[in-house]
C-alpha cells in the first residue's frame, strides 16, 4: 500500500508564476514531513522539512503547507524559476522510526520559459 | 568533494553474478540508509543501519545484503543478481535527531543494470 502518495506525475508552469505540488499520506504515525528535489543523474537533495506541530513551513521562495487533518501536504514554488525544473518528491518519517523515509512516487515539475 | 559517495556510478552485470554497492560518507552520522528507486515507484527502502554492526531491514530487503563494519561506510550485496534489480540505488545518511526525525543526505546513485 502506498502510504504516501503524490497524485500528479508531472506539473507545468510559466516562469514566475506560483507551482503547487501536492502530497497525502495515510499512515497517521508520520509526524515528520520533507520535500526532496531531484535533477537527472543525482542524488536527491532535501529542500524543505515540516513537522506536525506545526502547519506551515517557509524558507525562500520555498513553502510548506500541512493539513493533519486531510493528511495533506503542499509545496509551493514562487515565483517558480526555469532551475527549479526537477522531479520532486515528498517523503515522512514516524517519531521512533530512526528517520527511515517513507517516498511518495515523484512530480516532474517543468518550468517554462 | 561529496559528502556521501557511491561507487561504483554505473555498473552493467550478468543475471547470478555477486556485485557489491559500496558508500562511504564524510558527514559523521551513525545513521546509514540504502533505498532503490524504480520509474513510476519512488524510492523504497532496502537495509538500514543505526551504528557499526547494526543491520536492519527495511521494506524490500529479499535478495540483498549489507555490511556496516565501519562508522563512515554501508556496502550493498546482491548475492545472486537478477533483471527485476536493475534499478538507481541511493545511499543516504542522517544524523539522530534529538526531539525529532532530522532529514537525509543522498549520494549521487548507481545505476545497476543485470543483464
Known amino acids: 500500500d502506498q502510504q504516501v502518495k503524490q497524485n500528479s506525475p508531472s506539473l507545468s508552469v510559466q516562469e514566475g508564476r506560483i507551482s503547487i505540488l501536492n502530497c497525502d499520506y495515510t499512515?497517521?504515525?508520520?509526524?515528520?514531513f520533507l520535500w526532496y528535489k531531484k535533477y537527472p543523474a543525482e542524488g536527491p537533495t532535501f529542500l524543505i522539512s515540516?513537522?506536525?506541530?506545526?502547519d506551515k513551513n517557509e524558507d525562500g521562495r520555498f513553502t510548506v503547507f500541512l493539513n493533519k487533518s486531510a493528511k495533506h501536504l503542499s509545496l509551493h514554488i514562487v515565483p517558480s524559476q526555469p532551475g527549479d525544473s526537477a522531479v520532486y518528491f515528498c517523503?515522512?518519517?514516524?517519531?521512533?522510526?530512526?528517520?527511515?523515509?517513507?517516498f511518495g512516487t515523484g512530480t516532474q515539475l517543468k518550468v517554462e520559459l | 568533494d561529496a559528502d556521501v559517495t557511491q561507487t561504483p556510478r554505473n555498473r552493467i552485470t550478468k543475471t547470478g553474478k555477486r556485485i557489491m554497492l559500496e558508500c562511504s560518507q564524510t558527514?559523521?552520522?551513525?545513521?546509514m540508509y540504502w533505498y532503490r528507486q524504480d520509474p513510476g515507484l519512488g524510492l523504497r527502502l532496502i537495509y538500514y543501519?543505526?551504528?557499526?554492526?547494526?543491520?536492519n531491514k527495511g521494506e524490500i530487503s529479499d535478495g540483498y545484503s549489507v555490511s556496516r563494519q565501519a562508522q563512515a561506510k554501508f556496502s550493498l550485496s546482491l548475492e545472486s543478481a537478477i533483471p527485476n534489480q536493475t534499478a538507481l540505488y541511493f545511499c543516504a545518511t542522517s544524523e539522530r535527531g534529538r526531539i525529532m526525525n532530522t532529514e537525509a543526505f543522498f549520494g549521487q546513485g548507481t545505476r545497476l543494470t543485470v543483464v
Open positions: 515540516i513537522s506536525s506541530i506545526k
Open positions: 517523503a515522512a518519517s514516524a517519531a521512533g522510526g530512526g528517520n527511515k523515509l517513507t
Open positions: 499512515n497517521s504515525m508520520f509526524d515528520y
Open positions: 543501519s543505526f551504528d557499526v554492526k547494526d543491520i
Open positions: 558527514k559523521g552520522h551513525d545513521r
